[in-house]
């Protein structure tokens, strides 16, 4: 079974440009997540989905952050414009259910390190 | 606001000793609790769950317990092995109607042969 797969691995960008990153979760798992995590902390998270509802955003900067769940599957987080304190590694996680379902554990994508400039 | 502490940045074990892993948490009283493995470069890996009606938990050489009077749950690792160093995370759902995850810093574990 795939794990879930995120794209690219790495980026580059100068500040005030924009940047997406993708996502695709383990297949049939409803819940979908997205961290951000800094050098040295534990990953703190911007949203959450389930299926294609947001149900948290509460950390989601809006100002310059988005993300999309269509059809409840792949999801894209995008920053416009990207800052310098944007910087940071971008961890797409998913699972089967959220709390009380017995199926909370989180599965992690590899992550997109982004440097911005 | 609600705080997660992973006592100990970095812990080194000699190979073969129990390492023990602290979380403290405060404020919030945690449905469950989970705790993860990171390597460099890649994402968390689960190991082991915890709900709050649970006082211990195991699997192979890895021991958790959970301590909703205290707020705290300790990670032991067994017999300890160079492969098991790495960042061990903690998370807490400290959500009531819906879940809310956070996580701890981490603690980065060394197990010198």
């Known amino acids: 079974e795939a794990g879930v797969v995120q794209s690219p691995r790495y980026k580059i960008i100068e500040k005030k440009q924009p940047v997406a990153f993708w996502c695709n979760p383990i297949s049939g798992h409803n819940t979908l997540y997205w961290y951000r995590q800094n050098l040295g902390q534990g990953p703190e998270l911007l949203i959450r989905y389930e299926n294609e509802e947001a149900v948290d955003d509460s950390q989601l900067p809006k100002d310059r952050f988005s993300a999309e769940r269509l059809k409840g599957v792949d999801s894209t987080l995008k920053i416009q414009p990207a800052e310098l304190g944007d910087s940071a590694v971008y961890l797409c996680?998913?699972?089967?259910?959220?709390?009380?379902?017995?199926?909370?554990?989180?599965?992690f994508g590899p992550g997109t390190r982004l440097l911005v400039l | 606001s609600q705080k997660i502490e992973q006592n100990s940045e970095a812990l080194n074990i000699q190979e073969g000793k129990t390492a023990t892993l602290t979380c403290n948490y405060t404020?919030?009283?945690?449905?469950?609790l989970q705790w993860y493995r990171q390597d460099p470069g890649r994402g968390p890996v689960f190991l082991l769950l915890i709900r709050e009606n649970e006082k211990e938990k195991r699997k192979e050489r890895l021991k958790v317990t959970f301590d909703t009077t205290l707020k705290q749950s300790l990670f032991h690792i067994t017999a300890s092995q160079p492969a098991d160093s790495a960042t061990y995370l903690c998370a807490l759902d400290i959500g009531s109607s819906a879940s809310k995850i956070i996580f701890g810093s981490g603690t980065r574990l060394s197990i010198r042969p």
């Open positions: 404020n919030y009283s945690p449905a469950y």
């Open positions: 996680a998913s699972s089967l259910g959220g709390t009380g379902t017995g199926e909370e554990t989180q599965y």
